[in-house]
T-cell receptor, first 115, second 116 residues
């Protein structure tokens, strides 16, 4: 069965600090996708990144970077030089081929960035 | 990019009434759509998978007679909350799977349901 664990419920940082959001997943499938989404107070999910199980390359997009480690089943997300606008709930999610690619979400991490 | 809309964005209804929420893929055809429910300060919980032209597949613990799903076309899925009760008050989000590679889902903006 697929499972996503985001152990950090809430994180509070001061602006310009770097912050890493942890995500650990469980799957028996060899073909799967991992995602990160941002949910601001408006509620609408904002897609950040998708990674398939065959691509372990890390990725950087501006202040955002992702570290995918299959050996530890982790897909961590780092925000560099955080800004107040980064305050939101961040969800890590997993989609398995054998599960019909339905997406299962982690519990989410609420990030507060203080000015 | 692919766009998914939901209507209405907010709805308030009286206990015992039924409420229909629409999910539309605006610029692509989606054979599969998903419905999620999110209670305050909680994660998104998958309720059901909606397949065009066939019955929806419900997750364990979700009452199919209470949450009726109809995926009548390749661009429209509807969720009807029947005989709504205050405990059904939640944020309902749909997503549509893109037909292109990557199996990415595109999410609607959500519908906030309040049952009085």
């Amino acid at each position: 069965a697929q499972k996503v664990t985001q152990a950090q419920t809430e994180i509070s940082v001061v602006e310009k600090e770097d912050v890493t959001l942890d995500c650990v997943y469980e799957t028996r499938d060899t073909t799967y996708y991992l995602f990160w989404y941002k949910q601001p107070p408006s509620g609408e999910l904002v897609f950040l990144i998708r990674r398939n199980s065959f691509d372990e390359q890390n990725e950087i997009s501006g202040r955002y970077s992702w570290n995918f480690q299959k050996s530890t089943s982790s897909f961590n997300f780092t925000i560099t030089a955080s800004q107040v606008v980064d305050s939101a709930v961040y969800f890590c999610a997993l989609s398995e081929a054998n599960g019909g690619f339905k997406t299962i979400f982690g519990a989410g991490t609420r990030l507060f960035v203080k000015a | 990019g692919a766009v998914v809309s939901q209507h209405p964005s907010r709805v308030i209804c009286k206990s015992g009434t039924s409420v229909k929420i629409e999910c539309r893929s605006l610029d692509f055809q989606a054979t599969t759509m998903f419905w999620y429910r999110q209670f305050p300060k909680q994660s998104l919980m998958l309720m059901a998978t909606s397949n065009e032209g066939s019955k929806a597949t419900y997750e364990q613990g979700v009452e199919k007679d209470k949450f009726l799903i109809n995926h009548a076309s390749l661009t429209l899925s509807t969720l009807t909350v029947t005989s709504a009760h205050p405990e059904d008050s939640s944020f309902y989000i749909c997503s549509a799977r893109a037909p292109t590679g990557g199996h990415q889902q595109f999410f609607g903006p959500g519908t906030r349901l309040t049952v009085l």
